[in-house]
């Protein structure tokens, strides 16, 4: 071989095409990262929108759990507010046969403004943001709807709640679709 066809490099067309060639690896791969970026932070709003309304869920049952509780049997009543977007729940948590209004004896919930919000004595606690659809229903002890008008539940009525159920979606930022729950829960009847 001489030396001359040894040394002789690349041509301009030769690096013009390597070039090209290597920019449209670089593009196809900011595609891939930029698409693969995008699913990955739309499947963590999702797993966050399905956290917040299970939290919500699991606060609720918890709520519902010590309303009522009354170990100096005083009476004290499980619900003393019921409303389609709201609901109050009272229990004597120490035991001194009263229900002190402004500690964790008085717990209520509200859905408001695209947000789903847990009041414990005076004190705001927001368990959800972007609400879209969050609603109570109320039931008797053979699991008929009991209605409850904007104005709330009669109180002559609240003594036949037994059961509730919160509807609640939640819509993650960025999302379109919402994360949807729906929970039946149980009254304490006796103390």
Do not use: N
């Not at 040394?7 to 060639?21: C, I």
């Not at 593009?27 to 929108?49: H, I, N, Q, S, Y």
């Amino acid at each position: 071989m001489s030396r001359r066809a040894w040394s002789r490099g690349f041509s301009l067309v030769e690096l013009l095409v390597g070039t090209v060639l290597g920019l449209l690896v670089v593009a196809t791969l900011t595609t891939t990262v930029g698409t693969g970026a995008r699913l990955l932070a739309g499947a963590g709003a999702r797993g966050e929108g399905e956290d917040t309304t299970q939290l919500a869920v699991e606060a609720l049952t918890f709520d519902l759990r010590r309303a009522g509780f009354d170990p100096a049997a005083t009476g004290v009543a499980p619900l003393t507010a019921a409303g389609p977007d709201r609901l109050a729940l009272a229990a004597d948590l120490d035991g001194d046969g009263a229900v002190d209004p402004t500690s964790e004896e008085t717990v209520g919930w509200s859905c408001a403004a695209g947000k789903l919000s847990r009041l414990v004595g005076r004190q705001s606690m927001p368990m959800a943001d972007g609400v879209g659809r969050c609603a109570f229903r109320y039931l008797d002890a053979a699991g008929r709807s009991i209605a409850a008008p904007p104005g709330g539940v009669a109180a002559a009525d609240l003594g036949r709640v037994r059961a509730l159920a919160l509807d609640v979606a939640v819509i993650p930022p960025g999302l379109h679709a919402a994360a949807v729950r729906t929970a039946l829960l149980a009254l304490r009847t006796r103390p």
